[in-house]
């Protein structure tokens, strides 16, 4: 059997039902398919079980928002297959570079904001800068800048 | 003689995966052109491609030398000399938008029967931008981490609000003498609201001026309708004069002359050469051969206008050869699709394109800024919007720019732009020399991402670069140096505002 099949195309209510073994495809490519579709088509998904052992399918039923022929219900159809091996084969792709995408954007959104550290920061080599100096005595610790005289308490 | 089949040339079982550097491949005439991630490209013949994805080339062989020089064996790659390169070419990475598209007014005096930007009439100036929208737009644009800002002034016809034209010139180059970024001006006008004085004002702050114009004189008048004279030559005339100016002021003419864009419309399709011809006896030394776009009125007027994209490719393939041919005869003009993309192929030069870099421009590389505050991805983003479908729309000048650039929007046309995260792109010998347009994809397949086996954007760009490939892989001495010379940017420095310059 075909991984989808245009199984019945009603005129009167100018829908076509397509199915879909359910095993195939991972639900989130349906869901991606179907919504490429809506601005031509009402959307409603359903699954239907299948005899013991043979699994469950996906019913995707079209109502057309233009009137629809057998021609047009097929070439929608032919429209859905595409797109859900689209996103079928997206996800793959995806996830195997998803790592790589993930440091690109995050680069990219992190350049855009200035998240990331300034090269002329970076690159600074001014020999003025002396980290050990501590003008507002902020690294003497507490108990050796409130220490009380111990020969006065004496 | 057929193209030649991979599955025939090439057995999986014997390639050596750790000979090459992974690349990409596509049969051109009778070779394959090869690239590699780092943007190296070469053609080699089936044999070659066979021995180099068998991991069989002696080091001795010429072959070794020259592949290696192209970074396709990956025991010769510098990774430090290369990671360098990548950085410099990928530098957009590292900052944000650059690309400011003002819409100043919806009004224009046109009526262009393909008009991208959903237009108004003349008498509705309440669809100009206000002084306060264009300051407070002017301070967002300066918090862009770009060292360099563009303000493109965009409408409708923006010289319909001259005062607010005129006070973001002002106001961003007070700001900038504080700031001191790398900033231009740009206009893109009809031009028919032009006088001498505002002529002056615009060349006096450096204002680089664009137009468009749809070749002969009698199809730029049919679909660019203007009323009040003749379109063609009042657009025309204006362009001589700015090119005289240019010239009085000392500015070297074959790099200062109003850019003229034509757009494609279906009665264009059967005179190329009449469009070529017209734009060269004006002096234009590029053409963008610019097709409909899926936006406003275009849309609407597809049936009447539009055309197939083979259609397209065939008009551009003639006017491209034409191009060349007049080349060959000592005339200096480009086409700019392919002046772009060779810069890519064969200059090793990133010219930051927003259409065609990955990620895409959407927001991190442009924002669109609405008259009443809007914000948008991009200019083609606010012309969606035009069409009453807000997606694009990703605030307001309400919002921070921070908020604006981490906005969820924003991240998902950027990992929509990413080609990395396309089935067909992934695997394309072109990736590292294309890019996507969520927008473009949005309107033509429903989704930001589009699928780009039927997406027309990628049978374009496809096309043109397999007719690029192919020249270059028949190109004599004097052709490649042609291809050389449109690759070759010369920076435009007389449009940069001097900084601490009021």
């Known amino acids: 059997m075909a991984q989808h099949t245009l199984e019945r195309f009603d005129a009167d209510s100018n ?21 490429a579709l809506i601005d031509r088509a009402y959307v409603l998904l359903d699954k239907e079980a299948r005899a013991e ?63 990331s550290l300034p090269q002329d920061f970076l690159d600074d080599d001014d020999d003025d800068l002396d980290f050990l100096d501590d003008p507002l005595g902020i690294a003497v610790p507490w108990e050796e800048k409130f220490k009380k005289d111990g020969k006065k308490n004496a | 003689m057929t193209q030649p089949r991979l599955d025939e040339l090439i057995s999986l079982r014997k390639v050596d995966a750790t000979f090459a550097l992974p690349f990409n491949q596509r049969p051109i005439n009778d070779d394959f052109l090869i690239s590699n991630d780092l943007g190296d490209m070469t053609f080699v013949t089936p044999t070659e491609l066979q021995k180099l994805a068998y991991g069989q080339i002696e080091k001795t062989e010429p072959l070794y030398t020259r592949l290696a020089e192209k970074n396709f064996i990956a025991g010769e790659v510098d990774v430090a000399a290369q990671a360098t390169r990548w950085r410099t070419k990928n530098a957009f990475l590292f900052y944000g938008p650059t690309l400011h598209a003002f ?62 034209l005129q006070h973001v010139v002002e106001y961003a180059r007070q700001k900038n003498a504080l700031v001191g970024k790398a900033l231009t001006f740009s206009l893109v006008s009809n031009l028919t609201l032009m006088t001498e004085e ?12 664009c137009t468009s114009l749809d070749g002969p004189k009698d199809l730029h008048n049919k679909y660019r309708i203007y009323r009040d004279a003749d379109g063609f030559d009042l657009t025309t005339k204006w362009m ?18 109003v850019e003229a864009l034509p757009t494609v419309t279906r009665a264009l399709l059967e005179r190329p050469k009449d469009l070529v011809d017209t734009f060269v006896d004006l002096g234009c030394r590029a053409i963008f051969l610019r097709k409909l776009d899926p936006f406003g009125f275009a849309a609407r007027t597809a049936k009447t206008l539009g055309y197939s994209m083979e259609q397209y490719i065939d008009f551009y393939v003639e006017a491209v050869d034409y191009i060349i041919e007049l080349n060959k005869q000592g005339v200096q003009v480009m086409e700019r699709n392919a002046a772009i993309m060779l810069s890519k192929m064969i200059a090793d030069y990133e010219p930051n ?25 991009s200019d083609e983003g606010r012309m969606v919007g035009a069409m009453g479908d807000e997606a694009f729309c990703i605030g307001t000048l309400d919002n921070t720019y921070h908020e604006i ?98």
């Open chain 1, 15 to 35: 829908t076509a039902v397509l199915s879909l073994d359910a095993g195939i495809y991972p639900l989130d490519a349906v869901y991606g398919a179907a919504y």
């Open chain 2, 198 to 209: 505002k002529l002056d004002y615009l060349l006096e702050r450096k204002v680089q001026i």
């Open chain 2, 240 to 257: 001589k004069r700015i090119n005289e100016r240019y010239v009085e002021m000392g500015l070297d003419t074959n790099l200062y002359r």
């Open chain 1, 53 to 115: 052992g043979k699994g469950s399918r996906f019913l995707i039923q079209l109502r057309g928002k233009i009137k629809l022929d057998q021609a047009a219900a097929q070439a929608l159809s032919g429209e859905f297959g595409n797109e859900l091996l689209s996103q079928a084969l997206r996800r793959k792709v995806v996830k195997q570079n998803g790592g790589l995408i993930e440091e690109i954007v995050t680069q990219a959104i992190a350049g855009a904001t200035g998240a």
């Open chain 2, 103 to 164: 819409v100043l007014t919806g009004r224009c005096n046109f009526g262009c029967q393909y008009c991208h930007s959903s237009i108004v009439g003349m008498h509705r100036t309440d669809t100009d931008m206000s002084i306060e929208v264009a300051e407070r737009a002017v301070d967002m644009a300066f918090q862009t981490t770009s060292p360099g800002i563009t303000i493109e002034f965009q409408g409708g016809e923006p010289m319909a609000n001259w005062e607010v």
């Open chain 2, 353 to 377: 394109y927003l259409d065609l870099r990955s990620p895409g421009g959407a927001v991190i590389g442009q924002i669109g800024y609405h008259p009443d505050g809007r914000i948008y991805s």
């Open chain 2, 405 to 502: 650039m981490t906005a969820a929007s924003t991240r998902a046309l950027v990992i929509a732009g990413t080609n990395l995260g396309q089935p067909d792109c992934v695997s394309c010998v072109y990736r590292p020399y294309c890019g996507q347009q969520p927008e473009y994809n949005y309107k033509t397949q429903g989704t930001i991402r589009g699928r780009m086996r039927d997406s027309t954007w990628c049978r374009k760009h496809k096309y043109i670069f397999d007719y690029l490939a192919k020249r270059l892989h028949s190109a004599d001495a004097d052709e490649m140096a042609m291809f050389e010379r449109w690759t070759t940017n010369r920076p435009q420095e007389h449009f940069l505002q001097e900084s601490g310059e009021i």
